[in-house]
């Protein structure tokens, strides 16, 4: 996608293949920053810091971060410290270890001294298939928006709630590629942001990505869709997610629960955008077995921004005394899914539709 009209992808190798660079995200709207990540250090601390975020994103960072720490000791030893150590950065995103675990299978059975070269080989096979997995999302997914056109005959609303834009991936997006796909194909569509909190990766990343390619949208408060959905001002949902289970159980960031169960009440279509990677065939019941992440009341209790000043700066919402929960993620029970938009087609959430994705 473009930033300014230039081309970027979220990761890339340098020209010498010496290190690999990233766009930082905790400083965006306001500030583009690119950053190096040298060795798996710096990758490690990039996902867990959340400078890359989004699941797919946070899969092909951590298959980077095999391929830097091989270079420097590529032992069985070190294959195993780094794969252990990247799979803690963060816990509900299952691309993180579908990433790891592909990078461990293919280099623990070569010998040490080609486990580099395959290793960056490999982290670069696995960011190209990405993008071309979501462009794929993006064809089916678009198919959707076109035939809701095609039906109202005038601008498509469809709700989105975090960012699964393509900077929560390596290009395009997962819940945002249908976005692009029909708005290239002219079809009209306005996009409702919700924002987000407590990181509002919706007010930051999804409404900068979308205004940088020209898509018409509004930001609203997280608790803004449902009232939106009774008036008829939504004509469907589509937001990506971290982990779905074998059965069509979806997590996503938290709060898209609510938004499902708005969706639910009020006829609207709620779609899930997915690469399978994103399947996790080993669990079942999603409100059970998927570990949601906690994170620091910090990001409850403060918040960041643009000053009139140009500085940004961070301040406290909350009183002195008050503590607050951060709860990073929630699960969407199947039954409220209308069906999983994934690079082989549009599924139902269900065990049984979705074999065909095994
Ligand atoms: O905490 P984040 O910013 O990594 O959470 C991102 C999301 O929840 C996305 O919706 C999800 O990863 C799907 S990304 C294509």
């Known amino acids: 996608m473009k930033i300014n009209g230039t081309p970027f992808r979220t990761i890339w190798s340098t020209a010498d293949n010496s290190a690999v660079e990233i766009i930082d995200q905790t400083k965006l709207p306001h500030v583009f920053a690119t950053q190096r990540l040298e060795n798996m250090r710096d990758a490690e601390r990039a996902i867990r810091d959340m400078q890359v975020r989004g699941a797919p994103l946070i899969g092909v960072t951590a298959a980077y971060g095999v391929a830097l720490s091989m270079r420097d000791h590529a032992s069985d030893a070190a294959l195993k410290a780094t794969c252990d150590k990247l799979l803690l950065a963060r816990p509900t ?10 990078m461990r299978a293919l280099l623990a059975p070569l010998p040490v001294s080609e486990r580099a070269a395959a290793a960056w080989q490999e982290a670069a096979r696995i960011a190209d298939q990405d993008v071309a997995i979501n462009a794929s999302i993006g064809r089916h997914g678009g198919e959707l928006i076109r035939a809701i056109y095609e039906k ?7 709700l989105t709630h975090c960012n699964a834009g393509w900077l929560a991936t390596v290009d395009w997006g997962t819940a945002l590629a249908p976005v692009y796909n029909a708005f290239d194909a002219g079809i009209p569509l306005h996009v409702w942001v919700d924002e987000t909190r407590p990181r509002n990766q919706g007010a930051s990343l999804t409404a900068w990505e979308l205004g940088q390619h020209g898509v018409p949208h509004t930001v609203i408060a997280d608790n803004t869709g449902g009232h939106l959905m009774q008036h008829g001002m939504v004509d469907m949902v589509i937001v990506g997610t971290d982990r779905v289970t074998a059965r069509g159980d979806v997590c996503n960031k938290i709060g898209t629960y609510l938004k499902a169960l708005a969706a639910f009440d009020n006829g609207v279509p709620f779609y899930v955008a997915l690469p399978t990677p994103t399947i ?14 906690q994170r620091a009341e910090a990001e409850v209790t403060h918040i960041s921004g643009l000053c009139d000043d140009g500085q940004v700066r961070t301040m406290q919402l909350t009183p002195n005394n008050s503590r607050a ?8 029970p199947a039954r409220l899914v209308t069906a ?6 549009v599924v139902k959430a269900d065990a049984e539709a979705m074999r065909v994705l095994r």
């Open 93 to 102: 995103a299952v691309n993180l270890r579908w990433g790891v675990e592909k």
């Open 152 to 158: 109202k005959k005038s601008t498509v609303n469809i």
């Open 280 to 293: 996790d065939w080993t669990l079942q019941d999603g409100v059970k077995e998927i570990p949601i992440e």
């Open 325 to 332: 929960a951060n709860y990073g993620f929630d699960v969407t």
């Open 340 to 345: 999983l938009i994934t690079e082989r087609g």
